[in-house]
């Protein structure tokens, strides 16, 4: 009883530490520099009394939590926050204007092109000059020749047949002799029950494209082809499920999966689903306003969302099941190893010095291929409809985990942890479960329709 009274004690005890002592998450210490023309204070205050900025009275949530923006004059800026009879001193140091060195240089055309080869594995063939992300068009292994026409910004600007140009970054090839025209020497098919498998055999192993909608591989330089392309298509019976594209010596392998028979009373039945608790280990991610990990609330979420989809009787891998470091190779490698048909990664979303965390809040819902987009959008529906997030939008973005996998990828920013609202829904355990469920249900919803 005097142990359990005790008890009781010391988390009240813990719990008013945690929550009203005054503690500034970000920035990171007293005296940093920021290259910004804004940033912010993020951290936890006492409720109960007001907590104030140089003088200014600043809101803080019931949660404790309080995020305040701020403008940042060139040098020093002084800034003094109080909370009762507890002082911070921040310092902050905005550096005076540089000059820009990013100053766009016009594009050379070359009157003769010259040849060269790509120099090792995954290299991005982009639709512009610029390294942006979603311009990739296609990820070439390493030796495949290219014609070069130009170049700008340190891209080569790569012929592909009469009409068409690409850029790929100039470090990431090396000069060759030459290029002839590849030939096509066969196709062959083949297919189980999980796949349809193509190999296309050529003399020389040769740039290439991929498409969607509809789905297309374009091979150029092909000798014998109208515009010296060969466009391999495939009508696909059903909408597609993950695929993958790449030489293996002179061969382009096609490996497309199948869509598998949904049961409409049971859909997640059997099927592989990666499971992706985004950081782990010594790298934290985003912090939130009451000090919470973003891997901890990422690696919560990601077991709940586990335990869902079993239930529903899905088979789930996860990419880390405790406070593990993992690199996004690795993420990406146990995806593909597992042969996961979906793949979902988990995140808790911050912001730039720039932008204001007030005012950023909700679920946004991250895609890199086309096919996954209807997952993406299903699953945000199912989000917003039953949690307290709001709709943040989904959209195109390359990141890796999502871009290399064969699979269906998204990466879910469930809400903001510098947002002092969407923060205390992050690190509610109730909500937590929540997630996982809308989640859960907005897969099944994408399956069945
Ligand atoms: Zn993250």
């Known amino acids: 009883m005097i142990m359990r009274f005790a008890a009781v004690i010391l988390s009240l005890f813990l719990f008013s530490q945690s929550v009203y002592a005054l503690d500034i998450v970000y920035p990171k210490s007293q005296n ?10 993020v951290g936890s205050a006492d409720t109960t009394i007001p907590l104030k900025v140089n003088g200014k009275t600043v809101s803080v949530h019931k949660s ?7 403008d940042l004059n060139f040098g020093e800026n002084n800034f003094t926050i109080e909370s009762g009879d507890q002082k911070q001193n921040f310092t902050i140091v905005r550096p005076k204007l540089q000059s820009s060195s990013t100053i766009q240089k016009p594009e050379i055309n070359y009157e003769t092109p010259m040849f060269v080869s790509t120099a090792k594995d995954n ?89 969607e909608s509809p789905f297309s591989v374009k091979f150029y330089n092909v000798a014998d082809k109208p515009d010296s392309t060969f466009i391999f298509t495939f009508p696909l019976p059903q909408r597609l499920a993950g695929y993958s594209g790449y030489f293996e010596g002179n061969t382009f392998i096609l490996k497309i999966r199948k869509f598998p028979d949904i049961d409409k009373k049971r859909p997640l039945k059997n099927l592989k689903i990666v499971i ?31 335990h869902e989809l079993r239930l529903h009787g899905a088979k789930v891998v996860m990419t880390r099941n405790g406070d593990e470091s993992a690199g996004l190779q690795e993420r990406v490698d146990i995806t593909n190893k597992n042969d996961g048909m979906i793949f979902i990664s988990i995140h808790g979303n911050a912001v730039p010095d720039s932008l204001n965390p007030n005012e950023n809040s909700g679920t946004s819902i991250y895609y890199y291929y086309p096919q996954a987009k209807p997952l993406a959008d299903a699953v945000l529906k199912s989000m917003v409809s039953g949690l307290p997030f709001k709709d943040d939008k989904v959209r195109q973005r390359s990141f890796a985990v999502v871009r290399n996998t064969n699979a269906l990828s998204i990466l879910i920013e469930v809400g903001y942890l510098i947002n002092p609202s969407d923060n205390s829904y992050l690190i509610d355990e109730e909500i937590q479960k929540q997630t996982a469920k809308q989640i859960a249900a907005g897969i099944e919803k994408f399956l069945k329709d």
């Open 32 to 41: 940093v520099t920021i290259n910004s023309t804004t940033t912010f204070f």
């Open 64 to 70: 404790g939590g309080f995020a305040y923006f701020v």
């Open 123 to 211: 290299i991005p063939l982009r639709s512009t000059p610029v390294d942006d992300g979603i311009n990739r068009i296609a990820h070439l292994q390493e030796g495949i020749p290219l014609t070069v026409a130009g170049e700008k910004n340190g891209f080569y600007k790569i012929r592909l047949n009469g009409s068409q140009n690409a850029w790929i970054s100039i470090k990431d090839v090396s000069p060759c002799e030459g290029l002839q025209p590849v030939h096509l020497l066969s196709r062959t098919s083949v297919e189980d029950d999980k796949y349809y498998i193509f190999k296309i055999e050529f003399d020389q192993k040769t740039v290439y494209q991929i498409e």
């Open 276 to 306: 992706d608790a985004g950081h782990g280990g010594n790298e934290n991610g985003a912090t939130g306003c009451l000090g919470d990990k973003e891997k901890d609330i990422n690696l919560k979420i990601a077991r709940n969302l586990a």
